[in-house]
């Protein structure tokens, strides 16, 4: 199978390329090697490419930027899933889109399904939102909602702070009254290639770790498997920090529709315990 990976640098995108090229003939573009904004290149490359699958990894994710930066977000996260939809259109192809849990308000007490609806608050959110739509233009396709990603080769997530501060006994701010689904990155991309190989039903699913956690019982989740004091943790409210976008306050995320198309996420807690291991 010839397989697109756009983001090819990005945290969830090297894990992609690295999981995928012994098994296919991967093409990985990365934004030095591919503007998404350039829209009229994009179509042509793909189809000239004819992949049989498109991972979209691709993403303006610079949250408090984008609502300076409206028109770029726009551009990468909603216009240019339109184009690859298109173009996965035209070829047959299985266009598998990723998203944010960021589209919800956060308001909800139990985490959200796929049916529960959006409300996105922020600049980022939105265009976030919009791309689901547009990957629909595929027919052939797959929306997976991600939150909290840890994992890749980076090792600059929000987990990856934690540990670093817990492992070198320095501060660390956590929030106590964040709600997260934390997802690891190894976990998503074996979701990523169950519904390209399996073919679930088209649509949208939720692929996040199962579970929920605030932001603090995270940290101490982490020393616990570390065998460290949590004494490096600093516990703080949302309220208490200016951001210039809103974040959604409870963000968990449901996954039971993916596991009913046979792909079961693990705990958060046995995702982390992989991660640290590593």
């Known amino acids: 199978m010839k397989v697109l990976v756009t983001g090819a640098a990005g945290q969830l995108g090297q894990e992609l390329v690295v999981r995928l090229q012994p098994l296919h003939d991967v093409v990985a573009w990365s934004r030095a090697e591919m503007d998404l904004t350039r829209h009229r290149d994009v179509r042509e490359a793909v189809l000239a490419i004819g992949p049989d699958a498109i991972f979209n990894c691709?993403?303006?994710?610079?949250?408090?930027?984008?609502?300076?930066?409206?028109?770029?977000?726009?551009?990468?996260?909603?216009?240019a899933v339109g184009t690859l939809a298109r173009a996965a259109a035209v070829l047959g192809a299985v266009l598998v889109q990723y998203s944010t849990d960021f589209?919800?308000?956060?308001?909800?007490?139990?985490?959200?399904?796929?049916?529960d609806l959006p409300e996105p608050r922020s600049v980022y959110a939105q265009s976030k939102l919009?791309?689901?739509?547009?990957?629909?233009?595929?027919?052939?396709?797959?929306?997976?909602?991600?939150?909290?990603?840890?994992?890749?080769?980076?090792?600059?997530?929000?987990?990856?702070?934690?540990?670093?501060?817990?492992?070198?006994?320095?501060?660390?701010?956590v929030f106590v009254d964040r709600v997260v689904s934390p997802s690891f990155v190894a976990d998503v991309v074996s979701a990523s290639m169950f519904v390209v190989d399996s073919r679930p039903?088209?649509?949208?699913?939720?692929?996040?770790?199962?579970?929920?956690?605030?932001?603090?019982?995270?940290?101490?989740?982490?020393?616990?498997?570390?065998?460290?004091?949590?004494?490096?943790?600093?516990?703080?409210?949302?309220?208490?920090?200016?951001?210039?976008?809103?974040?959604?306050?409870?963000?968990?995320?449901?996954n039971h529709k993916l596991a009913r198309a046979g792909f079961a996420m693990p705990s958060w807690q046995d995702a982390l315990g992989r991660y640290l291991t590593t």
């Open 130 to 173: 919009i791309g689901e739509w547009l990957a629909a233009d595929a027919g052939r396709y797959y929306v997976l909602r991600v939150e909290s990603l840890f994992g890749g080769p980076h090792r600059r997530s929000s987990v990856d702070r934690i540990v670093e501060a817990i492992r070198a006994g320095t501060p660390a701010t």
């Open 58 to 79: 691709a993403s303006f994710n610079q949250v408090d930027l984008a609502e300076d930066q409206q028109l770029t977000a726009l551009e990468v996260n909603a216009m």
């Open 201 to 254: 039903a088209f649509g949208l699913y939720h692929c996040v770790n199962s579970g929920h956690a605030t932001w603090f019982e995270v940290g101490r989740e982490i020393a616990r498997q570390l065998n460290a004091p949590d004494t490096a943790l600093s516990p703080v409210s949302v309220h208490d920090v200016k951001l210039r976008a809103s974040r959604p306050q409870f963000a968990a995320l449901n």
């Open 103 to 115: 589209v919800f308000a956060g308001t909800a007490t139990a985490p959200y399904s796929e049916d």
